[in-house]
Nanobody, 115 residues
Framework: QVQLVESGGGLVQPGGSLRLSCEAS????????MDWYRQAPGRERELVAS???????NYAISVKGRSTISRDNAKNTVYLQMTSLKPEDTAVYYC?????????WGQGTQVTVSS
């Protein structure tokens, strides 16, 4: 059974930082491009950042310069380091792993940016 398990969410003050983690089943991680999406209340799910199997990264304009996506293939884990957080970053963040013949989602982790 494939699993993507997110962690690291929580409540943080504006300007603060968080690091989200997503651990995947070993057999799927090495062949998966990995993304972080987020969904705020009343809004559509949006792509935040992505990293390919080869380590190529892309970011949404809204987080570029404030976030870093990385992957540790030895730990089957993808990370999203977020800094200078804003209230508009508040959302449920989802991990997504995909390839030519597979597509999996995690259950999500809540990030709330508020004073």
């Amino acid at each position: 059974q494939v699993q993507l398990v997110e962690s690291g969410g929580g409540l943080v003050q504006p300007g603060g930082s968080l690091r989200l983690s997503c651990e995947a089943s070993r057999w799927i991680f090495s062949i998966s491009n990995m993304d972080w999406y987020r969904q705020a209340p009343g809004r559509e799910r949006e792509l935040v950042a992505s990293i390919s199997t080869g380590g190529i990264t892309n970011y949404a304009i809204s987080v570029k310069g404030r976030s870093t996506i990385s992957r540790d293939n030895a730990k089957n884990t993808v990370y999203l380091q977020m800094t200078s957080l804003k209230p508009e970053d508040t959302a449920v963040y989802y991990c997504h792993g995909w390839g030519r013949q597979h597509d999996y989602w995690g259950q999500g982790t809540q990030v709330t940016v508020s004073s």
